[in-house]
């Protein structure tokens, strides 16, 4: 049997803080903003370029890419399709697939792109895996461990990484499991969290595996959270701390966060 050894996430967070990575986000226009404050605060350069005919080209100069299905207008969904043939390693976060059919259908068209990181709540994963019919919009209604063997099927077809957002983030592929547990419940009350998270796996693909990328930025997002909470006074206040907790994060703060 062969065991596989990944970089600590503390590794892996000086590494993009020392590149740092370009990324590009093919993202809804809800969270664009918020998006890419998070990556300049993680340490990572952002580009929301997602015109077709550039699209493709821009991914082909970055070191990560991120797809996020939450406002599929036909120009994205054009940019989408270019940007993943453009062979950089790249995130897929399939926002409310299941009940919505556009969206549901380009995700199973980009699936055959082979991502590197599938990430998304729960009943995103189940209903991409066809073991659901999707959550409430872009609500989970199912828990992270409801959705292990939908997780673990959909790695085997793409042969990456899926995360599966919640209470207790759980991170699988072929033949590994990791859990991130923590955070702040707060991040579901600021639209952006969980789009940015995917961001942020896809500039940590720039400088490691999908698995470990994965794993690294969910345990980014629960310190940073944790530490915004403590600062804040509500969900306008903890938008702008947790910003301010992601670019004081240290790559010590990252050891233990993560278990099996």
């Known amino acids: ?12 967070l000086a590494d993009l803080r020392d590149t740092p990575p370009l990324v590009q986000c093919i993202t809804n226009a809800v969270v664009t903003n918020f998006t890419a404050n998070a990556l300049l605060a993680l340490g990572a350069s952002p580009a929301m370029c ?11 100069i970055a070191g990560g890419v991120l797809v996020n299905l939450g406002t599929p207008t ?38 055959q792109a082979r991502p590197a990181i599938v990430r998304g709540n729960a009943s995103e994963i189940l209903a991409l895996a066809g073991a659901g019919a999707g959550g409430r919009g872009v609500d989970s209604t199912d828990s992270p461990e409801a959705a292990l063997d939908a997780a673990r099927a959909l790695s085997v077809r793409t042969g990456g990484t899926v995360a599966v957002s919640g209470p ?29 998270l995917g961001a942020a796996m896809a500039a940590l693909l720039a400088v490691t595996d999908g698995f470990t990328a994965a794993t690294t930025a969910s345990a980014i997002w629960a310190v940073a959270s ?22 004081a994060i240290v790559p010590a703060d990252l050891d233990g966060r993560v278990a099996a």
Do not use: K
């Open 74 to 111: 036909a120009e994205q969904r054009d940019a989408a399709r270019e940007a993943v043939a453009a062979g950089t390693p790249w995130v897929l976060d399939p926002v409310a697939v299941g009940a919505l059919p556009v969206r549901t259908a380009l995700a199973h068209e980009l699936l």
């Open 226 to 247: 944790e530490r915004a909470e403590a600062a804040s006074s509500g969900p306008g206040s903890f938008a702008v701390a947790f910003l301010d907790a992601l670019a």
């Open 168 to 196: 207790v983030d759980l991170i699988v592929d072929a033949d590994r499991v990791a859990r991130v547990s923590g955070g702040s419940v707060l991040l579901t009350r600021v639209t952006g969290g969980g789009c940015a």
């Open 50 to 60: 997602d015109i077709p005919g550039e699209a493709g080209l821009f991914a082909g």
């Open 1 to 12: 049997m062969v065991v596989r050894t990944s970089p600590s996430p503390s590794t892996v």
